[in-house]
């Protein structure tokens, strides 16, 4: 049974951190992309990043390039997102999601929901002013 799980969410102050983690289970890690998405209330859910395991290539939002990054640890099967720098505009539920994905149709298509099959339950990030 294929399964994610993300953790480190919380409550943040404007200009903090946090790492979010997203544990995978179920399958053969070293073929797949992973991305982190995030969901707003009252808004679409978008990507955030996304990490190929093919040929570890990495893609980030235009809004978060420069403050977050994605990193992945095999042995782990877990996949990380390091966020600095938070701004309020950042607050949402984060999700990471994962499928068998052809690493060179990510640059132009790594942001789409419709290309995960598997998805986590969320962990929620909030960043006060």
């Known amino acids: 049974e294929v399964q994610l799980v993300e953790s480190g969410g919380g409550l943040v102050q404007a200009g903090g951190s946090l790492r979010l983690s997203c544990v995978l289970s179920?399958?053969?890690?070293?073929?797949?992309?992973i991305g982190w998405f995030r969901q707003a209330p009252g808004k679409e859910r978008e990507g955030v990043s996304c990490?190929?395991?093919?040929?570890?290539?990495?893609y980030y939002a235009d809004s978060v390039k420069g403050r977050f990054a994605i990193s992945s640890d095999n042995a782990k099967n877990t996949v990380y997102l390091q966020m600095n720098s938070l701004k309020p505009e950042d607050t949402a539920v984060y999700f990471c999601?994962?499928?068998?994905?052809?690493?060179?149709?990510?640059?132009?298509?790594?942001?789409?929901?419709?290309?995960?099959?598997?998805w986590g339950q969320g962990t929620q990030v909030t960043v006060s002013s």
């Open positions: 999601a994962a499928d068998k994905i052809d690493y060179r149709i990510l640059p132009p298509l790594w942001h789409v929901t419709t290309l995960y099959d598997y």
């Open positions: 179920g399958f053969t890690f070293d073929d797949y992309a």
């Open positions: 990490i190929s395991n093919s040929d570890g290539s990495t």
